[in-house]
């Protein structure tokens, strides 16, 4: 019998480049449909990636790429809860995080182009579901990696610097809507942090895959021998 092992490394760095590609890939659509102005929206803010990504072709492609992601960052979860089972803790919230993660991107993915008020409500839990439900994640497995001290330095510093950067701007938000709320400067505050939340997002699951690489975590498999007469 042959025991073979399958890298997992790839699977974070997929769901990297699938949100960063259809985020981006909308966005070009929709500037050149003109449904959304030309622009850096990182800085400018002049369009959301909701509505990059709420219009004809972009639309279709957004959710053709997404919607499997969506699967891929469930599966992404499910086996980072079976790496924190091997250090015997954190497993459990883990794997519900993912879960809610991945069910709130699909959500998210499903009804992005829709009219409508519940429409739109489940548009809003989708994102704000799936942001917040990921950053928890991401802390928790970042928690149990330095426990295991089985995480470089380098790495370790740069993926709690996507930690702090995103928490940074989550509360700059809130302080920015209790002084600017309700002026026409907050929705491209609004749509700026969701982008920039996003780069970070996707870059926390680059360097997860880095760790994953280095860490050499795979799954095994068998396979049984033939017999040669």
Same mark, same amino acid.
Request: contains cysteine; hydrophobic residues 55%.
């Given at each position: 019998? $042959?025991?073979?092992?399958?890298?997992?490394?790839?699977?974070?760095?997929?769901?990297?480049?699938?949100?960063?590609?259809?985020?981006?890939?909308?966005?070009?659509?929709?500037?050149?449909?003109?449904?959304?102005?030309?622009?850096?929206?990182?800085?400018?803010?002049?369009?959301?990636?909701?509505?990059?990504?709420? +219009?004809?072709?972009?639309? +279709? !492609?957004?959710?053709?790429?997404?919607?499997?992601?969506?699967?891929?960052?469930?599966? +992404?979860?499910?086996?980072?809860?079976?790496?924190?089972?091997?250090?015997?803790?954190?497993?459990?919230?883990?794997?519900?995080?993912?879960?809610?993660?991945?069910?709130? !991107?699909?959500?998210?993915?499903? $009804?992005?182009?829709?009219?409508?008020?519940?429409?739109?409500?489940?548009?809003?839990?989708?994102?704000?579901?799936?942001?917040?439900?990921?950053?928890?994640? &991401?802390?928790? $497995?970042?928690?149990?990696?330095?426990?295991?001290?089985?995480?470089?330095?380098?790495?370790?510093?740069?993926? &709690?610097?996507?930690?702090?950067?995103?928490?940074?701007?989550?509360?700059? +938000?809130?302080?920015?809507?209790?002084?600017?709320?309700?002026?026409?400067?907050?929705?491209?505050?609004?749509?700026? !942090?969701?982008?920039?939340?996003?780069?970070?997002?996707?870059?926390?699951?680059?360097?997860?895959?880095?760790?994953?690489?280095?860490?050499?975590?795979?799954?095994?498999?068998?396979?049984?021998?033939?017999?040669?007469?």
């Amino acid at each position: 019998m $042959f025991r073979r092992g399958v890298a997992l490394w790839p699977l974070p760095l997929a769901i990297a480049l699938t949100l960063t590609v259809a985020a981006h890939l909308a966005l070009v659509i929709s500037v050149q449909a003109g449904h959304v102005p030309a622009c850096v929206p990182y800085i400018e803010g002049c369009t959301s990636i909701s509505r990059a990504a709420r +219009h004809g072709l972009g639309n +279709h !492609l957004f959710r053709l790429l997404v919607l499997p992601c969506a699967l891929l960052v469930g599966l +992404h979860w499910w086996l980072s809860a079976r790496w924190a089972r091997t250090l015997g803790q954190g497993a459990r919230m883990l794997l519900v995080l993912g879960v809610l993660a991945a069910i709130a !991107l699909a959500v998210y993915a499903t $009804f992005l182009g829709t009219e409508g008020a519940a429409y739109r409500f489940l548009r809003r839990y989708g994102v704000n579901v799936f942001f917040g439900s990921s950053y928890v994640a &991401q802390l928790v $497995f970042l928690r149990m990696a330095i426990r295991s001290g089985t995480l470089p330095r380098a790495l370790r510093m740069g993926m &709690q610097a996507v930690c702090v950067a995103m928490l940074s701007l989550g509360l700059l +938000h809130v302080a920015a809507l209790a002084a600017i709320g309700g002026s026409d400067v907050q929705d491209r505050l609004e749509n700026a !942090l969701e982008w920039q939340l996003g780069v970070l997002l996707v870059a926390w699951y680059g360097l997860q895959a880095l760790h994953w690489r280095r860490d050499g975590y795979r799954i095994e498999t068998t396979r049984q021998a033939a017999l040669i007469p």
